[in-house]
């Protein structure tokens, strides 16, 4: 019997918006099953998650807790898109539509000059997602699509399902090395604060965008997340950027996400960026 194909998703960088995330599973899963070939478990009751009379995943059921006491962040997660931003393609992926009403980012001039080549020139072109490159932190979350937290003592995993980027995040005691060599995701630990768990990451190179609207950073960046789990199906990030090269002072986002349920992450492959090349040349 020939072997079944798994679910790829095949990711051709462009500018464009990124679809909805259950519209573009919807897609692939009925490709797949059309064919006759799995689909990477898209749909899969997990064991061990609380449910309704109906069977349903009851998201509104008590935070899970790990052996040790603390919330278990374990799942997949995705971001919610937040009140009052525009939608469609006007939507951006924008640091501000994640602030308190009335903040602002506080940019040095030379990055509010660059963010305005990037945004309003440039209209986002350029960004290094389009070239297969990391989204980087906060950027990462921002796409509709899904992240998994694995929480381990000692190491918390997160994988991003777009482009099969992953980071981690030690929390055996360790501090930061003394030769960090600048990276896409920097270096990580974690640590807990109450019941809030709290990624403390500097190292970094200065080639990622923050968001897809070109907002710049240093390698004199610094970020801290803190996640804090509601309830089984909901959970905030507050991710704030110390960056005194680039910003006069740090400054917070705040991203509401909603688990997954009863799912599993897609194989998520950039094709190469074989586009690039035929956009120059177009433009020659």
């Not at 903040?103 to 509010?112: G, N």
């Not at 995040?169 to 360790?174: C, E, L, P, S, V």
């Not at 990580?188 to 070109?214: A, C, H, M, P, R």
């Amino acid at each position: 019997m020939k072997p079944a194909k798994a679910a790829t998703n095949i990711i051709v960088p462009a500018t464009a918006g990124v679809p909805n995330i259950m519209m573009m599973r919807t897609a692939i899963l009925f490709a797949y099953l059309a064919g006759g070939a799995s689909a990477q478990w898209i749909h899969y009751p997990v064991p061990g998650t609380p449910r309704t009379a109906d069977g349903k995943p009851n998201l509104t059921a008590p935070v899970p807790k790990a052996p040790d006491g603390k919330p278990d962040l374990s799942g997949i997660w995705l971001r919610v898109r937040p009140a009052g931003s525009p939608g469609g393609p006007e939507f951006g992926n924008t640091v501000t539509y994640y602030m308190a009403p009335g903040a602002t980012v506080p940019l040095r001039p030379w990055a509010a000059e660059l963010l305005k080549k990037r945004r309003y020139v440039d209209l986002g072109g350029g960004r290094p997602s389009e070239a297969c490159l990391p989204h980087g932190i906060i950027g990462g979350m921002l796409p509709t699509v899904p992240f998994k937290l694995v929480q381990h003592p000692g190491l918390t995993l997160m994988l991003y399902e777009q482009l099969n980027h992953y980071r981690q995040i030690f929390t055996d005691g360790r501090t930061w090395p003394d030769d960090m060599q600048p990276s896409w995701y920097g270096y990580s630990i974690g640590y807990w604060e109450g019941d809030t768990f709290v990624i403390d990451t500097q190292g970094f190179n200065d080639k990622t965008w923050l968001d897809d609207s070109g907002h710049p950073h240093t390698e004199a960046m610094r970020t801290y997340e803190r996640f804090h789990r509601i309830d089984f199906g909901h959970m905030n990030l507050e991710i704030t950027i110390d960056d005194p090269v680039a910003y006069t002072a740090p400054w917070t986002v705040t991203l509401h996400l909603e688990l997954m349920p009863d799912t599993e992450m897609i194989e998520d492959v950039c094709d190469n960026e074989k586009d690039a090349a035929h956009y120059d040349a177009l433009h020659r």
